[in-house]
């Protein structure tokens, strides 16, 4: 195969060829051992023994995960749409910290360091691109955000209530010493959460709380069905595996032709553009 961007870019972002599988197969592997990696670095019993090991091997992945970003910037016509795109700011969050350690490796910056070594698992982030069903988990998610939204400010609605009873109904004496510590009691009673650090001692109280861990069982199944409803739309419109030349966008429906991001025809090879 010859080395130039429509290849590589079909092996970076096409996951339809034996080549773009293999490739997507590799990389998921490499992700879940640098993972694997920072994890283990944070055990002591681990870490002293063989830090100097896991220091090479971040390393070694730092420097394999910057040269296939590299290679997605050049392979894909349209740069810097890619690069703010959201797989774009991941696959930059997943190499930058390494770097920047470099700059904060003093005793007095431990703690910058530890936090800089903690966000570098957000690497993980870029294995959703190859779940086959990511997409259209999105699409439903997108679609039922207005209902969702209203369900939840109906639930916010509620908890200020059952909180304002509870709050009328205890009082002080009995732990619910404010409104908003009682709507505290009321979110973790709906969401059926039940910490237990605070507890209705009357029985009118008991009784409230009863109806409300049981209405919490049927709110918690409102969200499921709504997004359920979406995401049987969204695979009804089931979107197929084809990945915009110019772009990289994904999820475009089985009969589309031009991406439905920046118009691009999907199935000729894309012009670049200038830049």
């Known amino acids: 195969m010859s080395f130039n961007k429509d290849s590589v870019r079909t092996v970076i972002f096409e996951a339809h ?15 879940l ?15 002293e023994p ?15 995960f910057t040269i296939e970003y590299g290679l997605r910037l050049w392979c894909i016509n349209n740069t810097r749409l890619y690069a703010r795109s959201f797989f774009g700011i991941v696959d930059l969050v997943g190499i930058i910290p390494t770097y920047l350690s470099l700059f904060f490796a003093g005793a007095q910056y431990l703690l910058v360091v530890r936090i800089l070594r903690v966000v570098r698992v957000f690497r993980v982030l870029r294995m959703v691109r190859y779940v086959g069903e990511a997409e259209l988990l ?23 209530v059952f909180g304002s009873f ?8 009995n732990g619910f010493t404010s409104i908003p510590k009682s709507i505290y009691w009321a979110v973790i009673t709906l969401t059926t959460v039940g910490y237990g650090d605070l507890t209705p001692q009357t029985a009118l109280g008991q009784g409230m709380a009863t109806f409300v861990m049981i209405m919490g069982y049927g709110i918690i199944a409102i969200p499921t069905g709504i997004v359920t409803l979406e995401l049987s739309e969204a695979n009804r419109r089931r979107a197929n ?5 110019d772009c990289s966008a994904e999820g475009h429906s089985r009969e589309a032709t031009y ?6 025809h ?10």
């Open 17 to 31: 060829t034996p080549s773009g599988k293999a490739f997507d197969v590799g990389l998921i592997i490499c992700i």
């Open 138 to 160: 999105t699409q439903a998610l997108v679609a039922s955000r207005r209902k969702i939204s209203v369900f939840i400010l109906s639930v916010m609605a509620l908890v200020v």
């Open 50 to 64: 063989w830090g100097d090991e896991l220091y090479l091997v971040e390393w070694f992945f730092t420097i394999l």
């Open 166 to 173: 509870m709050y009328l109904i205890e009082g002080g004496e």
């Open 259 to 264: 991406c439905w991001r920046c118009g691009q």
């Open 33 to 47: 051992l640098s993972v694997l990696a920072v994890l283990l670095d944070t055990v002591s019993a681990i870490h």
């Open 266 to 275: 999907l199935f000729r090879k894309a012009e670049p553009r200038d830049a």
């Open 241 to 245: 595996t084809r990945t915009c030349p």
